[in-house]
Structures are given as structure tokens and as C-alpha cells.
């Protein structure tokens, strides 16, 4: 299934400590995709509700929890996180979303087209799907192949020297 | 330049209507070096100091100003951020990041192996390189060519079971 291969391509990106906190649900099903429905922004709701699987990216508060399996050379490094609430959620916003960024690449490096989306009420989703409290919401990717004749053109991009400097 | 190329690369991932928000100090000489010292974990300084080059990726968060540029189709989106300071920050946070994500590929895809760390004082670096504190850092990356006779083996990564389900 190409969502597994997805998947499979972008886990191995890096990340602090190999923590690996982002956390993913693929919507598939038109019953999965009306639960999403509520908490979207008005313009997202058609391509969503018409692409083939949405992805939620999340983040895991308690990534730390997997850290004696993913960090086997230093399974010690729990404590820096475990004891620091404030890291902890820093931390996993971060690399959670360092693995979004893989995520969007992998897939469309295995021909998929991408939609990721900030509009919609994470709270929302939060409470909908993931009720525990302890995986957070990021962002959205519709998946799936893309129709280029809908698109407006790509916009522009920052020059080197608008966003960059050498010291 | 390889660092001209890595962003010219990187700059053509998607973000929030195209918002762009990342910053990037490139450091190469001896002197910009010394100025990052002191603010590195001593187990990053040795590593840093012998990069030929180490990136600040930092993300601006006043990042809406370059909005008319990078969204000509809607340079209304402006004022989605300008006037919410909170919905700016996690903007600029989490799409800075995604770019700190496809920096990391691309600068890999271009041949370039990547350090990146968050063992660092951020509120230092940000004092000593971005005093206006409108730029904000949030991780760096030597950059080079590695020898991966210094590396420990790749480390596990989750199973799709453990971080995935499918709706």
C-alpha cells in the first residue's frame, strides 16, 4: 500500500535523538472523512472530502516513551525530555514537524501529489481524533494525483539574499 | 556556491500560503564560528568548529510583510497573521521548520552530508546573531562531507503499526 511506503521512505529522516514524535493517521474512508469535515475551513472542504486518503500529521507529547528503542546507544536520553515538560512539547513540535517536511517529500518523490493544509480548528481534530490528550494535531495532506489544470501557477520564491546571509 | 544551490533547491517546498518564513545564516569563517561557541553543548562544539560550514535555520516572524510578494494571487493573506501575533508565531515555527526539513533533503540530494542539532542555547544565539528579535532560531546543521567511520550504526526507526493507523 503506498501509504506504507510513504512512510517507510520518510521515517528515516533525522531527527533529535532519532526521537521521531510525529504520529500519522490516514483517512480512507468516507466515514473517517465526516468526522474531519467539521473542523475544516470552508475552501478546504471539497478537495479534501474528494481526495483519495487525508493524512493528519500529529506530534506525541510522550515520544520520550519509545526513546530506549529508538536511541539504544544512549536510552538515557528519556530523562532529558521526561523531566522537561516545556522541552518535551518544544521538542516534539519540532521534529514532528521536521518529519511533515520529510513526509511531504517522500511522498511526492513516490509520485503522489500533495496537499498540505493549516486550515482547519486543531483543536477540533484533537478532540475528534485524538481524545487522549496526548497526540496533537500539526497539519493536513490531502494525497493523491493532482488535476495541474485546477492549479494557479507556482508562486514566487525569496531570493538567496532576501533569505539568506554568508558570515 | 553548494549554499546557494541548497537553497535554491529547498526554497521550492511548500508553506502555508507560501509564507517562507525560514532564515538562513550561513557560517564559514573562523570569526562567525567563535561567535556560536559559547551558546554550542560541549559535545557539538569539536563537530561545529571543524564543519566546513554550519547553518543557523532560523524563521522570521514577521514573515507576512514578504506575504504581496510570495502570494500575488491573495496579497490580502497579509493581514490573516499581521493582526494575530500567536497565529503568526506557530506559523512561522511550524512552516520555518518544514523548510528546516527540506533543506536537510535537499542539501542531502545535492551530495552534502548534514549535522543538524538542537544542543544549543537558542536565546543565546539569538542575542549574539539576531538581536533585532524579529529572527528566531530554531535549529542548526553543520554541513560537508562526513566520515562515516566516526558514526555509531543508523538507529531503529518506529514500525508503521507504532506510528501510523489507517481510518
Chains 1, 2 share one sequence.
Request: with cysteine.
Amino acid at each position: 500500500m503506498l501509504v506504507r511506503a510513504v512512510y517507510n521512505l520518510m521515517k528515516m529522516g533525522p531527527t533529535s535523538a532519532n526521537c521521531s514524535p510525529a504520529r500519522f493517521l490516514f483517512l480512507r474512508s468516507a466515514e473517517a472523512k465526516e468526522r474531519l469535515r467539521p473542523h475544516l475551513i470552508e475552501s478546504n472542504v471539497e478537495k479534501t472530502m474528494s481526495a483519495p486518503v487525508t493524512a493528519i500529521i500529529g506530534y506525541d507529547l510522550e515520544f520520550y516513551e519509545k526513546i530506549p528503542k529508538l536511541f539504544p546507544h544512549n536510552p538515557e536520553a528519556k530523562s532529558w525530555f521526561d523531566s522537561n515538560e516545556k522541552l518535551a512539547a518544544t521538542t516534539a513540535f519540532r521534529n514532528g514537524t521536521l518529519q511533515g517536511g520529510y513526509f511531504i517529500i517522500a511522498a511526492r518523490a513516490l509520485g503522489l501529489d500533495c496537499g498540505p493544509m493549516s486550515g482547519f480548528d486543531n483543536a477540533g481534530v484533537d478532540r475528534e481524533f485524538f481524545p487522549g490528550g496526548r497526540v496533537k494535531s500539526n497539519f493536513l495532506c490531502n494525497l493523491g494525483y493532482g488535476d495541474s489544470d485546477k492549479l494557479f501557477p507556482r508562486s514566487p520564491r525569496l531570493d538567496f539574499e532576501e533569505a539568506c546571509e554568508i558570515l
